[in-house]
């Protein structure tokens, strides 16, 4: 069994930062995936940006050049630094832990909201 812990979501004004951290416990297999994906009201999860037990990354079109995922490969834990956030970016932010295939487990998910 997995868990994933979320933490670091906040209100934010455009513009700002924020780094959302998920910290992985129990047996965690590999090689594996770690990532986020997102959901604003009304709309479908989408992926945000993932990063590989190797250390392969890849963003999703919308955050490219302004969010950075890094991962503690010791603490198994992934960080997701996002700059110049957008009140498009407003959403539950969830973590996930999977393979090539796809997430296997999520977090509780963390809120994020971008507002003046």
């Known amino acids: 069994q997995v868990q994933l812990v979320e933490s670091g979501g906040d209100l934010v004004q455009p513009g700002g930062s924020l780094r959302l951290s998920c910290a992985a416990s129990?047996?965690?297999?590999?090689?594996?995936?770690m990532g986020w994906y997102r959901q604003a009201p009304g709309e479908e999860r989408e992926a945000v940006a993932s990063?590989?037990?190797?250390?392969?990354?890849n963003y999703g079109d919308s955050v490219k050049g302004r969010f950075t995922i890094s991962r503690d490969y010791a603490k198994n834990t992934v960080h997701l630094q996002m700059n110049s956030l957008k009140p498009d970016d407003t959403g539950v932010y969830y973590c996930?832990?999977?393979?090539?295939?796809?997430?296997?487990?999520w977090g509780q998910g963390t809120q994020v909201t971008v507002s003046s």
């Open positions: 129990g047996i965690v297999f590999s090689p594996n995936v």
């Open positions: 996930h832990l999977g393979d090539t295939r796809g997430p296997k487990f």
């Open positions: 990063i590989s037990s190797g250390g392969y990354t």
